[in-house]
């Protein structure tokens, strides 16, 4: 890998630390104003909400620039919705305008390494990105719940930074400066020479070729089963995070800086499961490992009988790891497929569009659950068996594509 790649991952571990972080300031935020519950899983809602929106439009808008120029703009995008929440417009708000920002990112991050590397790289190169992405989780996790704890606010009021009077302030001081350290690797992105002639300006035409290259991944017996299972996963992950939150803080009575660690857990098992199915799992093997969801959502329902530190780390290292186990497999076939069938960078934002569209709506299911004051133990069933069914019905529909392919094959066989 040369200079460049690293200063790529440098720029992108930075940025997602910053986010992550940034959610858990939030929810103090939120905390702290005696927000409604329900508004807590919103603050995720509104970060993805463009994601969805301009699903469309940000492939064409990172292949107009240099990726390097597009990263560092969409990391000024997220320092000004940073500003925003300083300036005490309403978290909801100001972490959608972060989300703006994050969306404008993602397709510059993914198509600057088909640039800058050869093909034979690009499965490490994606291995490398993903594991980053982990970790800038769970250090970001941690860092949240680091900086809004008593002790943390209490080092950095200590420092006496002008303007910043309370927890929250000093806390996205801090996340500002890691955003500027990200921005300031966006500017040592080297220039990769590749230019794009044509971009489409036009939004019907936009809007036009991506319905077309999401039905062509969908009509893909392969896509839409990989695709199927990404999207399921990342919705759930998504909401399992504010899941953990609130049954850390009713089942074993933690405050929020203890319960990130709990979500650090989480993603520790993801980057073990995951780091073990590259290394056992083939492409051609990559469908095998789908019963693994199966398992995963059966054993998240055993958390309602869960009322103890000691089992609640290794229960919810477990879930962490059966789901990386079982995405990392279905992402890279699903890149297979997108790069076979399209472009990369139409691909990812089909996958993209889909993943986070499954996170809008399963959060704001959970949301609604919250707000009709539904019992903690019955969302975290309901949760549960959602996913495995989801996930066997997905397996059930592979295992019909499969019997189709093979009379098919059979019926040529009968014609020679």
């Known amino acids: 890998m040369n200079r460049g790649f690293y200063t790529i991952m440098a720029a992108q571990f930075f940025s997602s630390l910053a986010d992550n972080a940034l959610l858990f300031v939030a929810i103090d935020i939120l905390v702290t104003m005696n927000a409604p519950a329900s508004l807590t899983p919103l603050l995720k809602l509104s970060f993805v909400l463009f994601y969805v929106l301009l699903a469309a439009f940000v492939g064409a808008f990172a292949d107009s620039l240099l990726k390097g120029r597009v990263m560092f703009i969409a990391n000024l995008i997220k320092i000004f919705g940073c500003g925003l929440m300083f300036l005490t417009v309403h978290p909801l708000l100001a972490y ?25 790289k690009l499965v490490a190169a994606n291995g490398w990105i993903e594991g980053l992405t982990v970790m800038s989780i769970i250090f970001g996790t941690v860092l949240g719940g680091a900086l809004v704890s008593d002790a943390g606010s209490r080092l950095l009021l200590g420092l006496g930074i002008p303007g910043v009077d309370s927890t929250s302030e000093a806390a996205m001081a801090v996340v500002v400066i890691i955003y500027i350290l990200a921005a300031l690797f966006n500017l040592r992105i080297p220039d990769t020479g590749a230019r794009y002639e044509h971009q489409e300006r036009n939004p019907i035409k936009l809007i036009a070729d991506f319905a077309n290259c999401s039905a062509t991944l969908w009509k893909d017996k392969l896509g839409q089963i990989s695709l199927a299972v990404t999207t399921v996963f990342w919705g759930a992950g998504a909401t399992l995070q504010f899941i953990v939150l609130k049954w850390a803080e009713r089942s074993l009575h933690m405050p929020l800086d203890k319960a990130t660690s709990l979500i650090g857990v989480v993603a520790i098992g993801v980057a073990v499961g995951a780091a073990l199915a590259a290394k056992m799992i083939p492409l051609k093997k990559s469908l095998t490992v789908i019963p693994m969801g199966i398992l995963m959502g059966l054993v998240v329902t055993v958390m309602v009988f869960v009322h103890d530190v000691i089992v609640a780390y290794p229960l919810l290292a477990l879930i962490g790891f059966l789901s990386g186990f079982f995405v990392v497999p279905m992402n890279a076939l699903l890149q297979h497929r997108g790069h076979v069938l399209m472009s990369a960078g139409h691909s990812i934002a089909v996958q993209n569009f889909n993943e986070n569209l499954s996170i809008l709506t399963m959060l704001a299911m959970y949301a609604i659950m919250i707000t009709l004051n539904l019992d903690l133990d019955v969302i975290i069933v309901i949760f549960g068996l959602s996913i495995a069914s989801i996930t066997f019905l997905i397996l059930k529909r592979h295992q019909r594509n499969q019997k189709q392919h093979d009379s098919l094959a059979l019926i040529g066989e009968h014609k020679h």
């Open 96 to 120: 959608a305008v972060v989300g703006f920002g994050a969306a404008v990112y993602s397709p510059a991050k993914y198509g600057i390494l088909t640039e800058l590397l050869p093909p034979e």
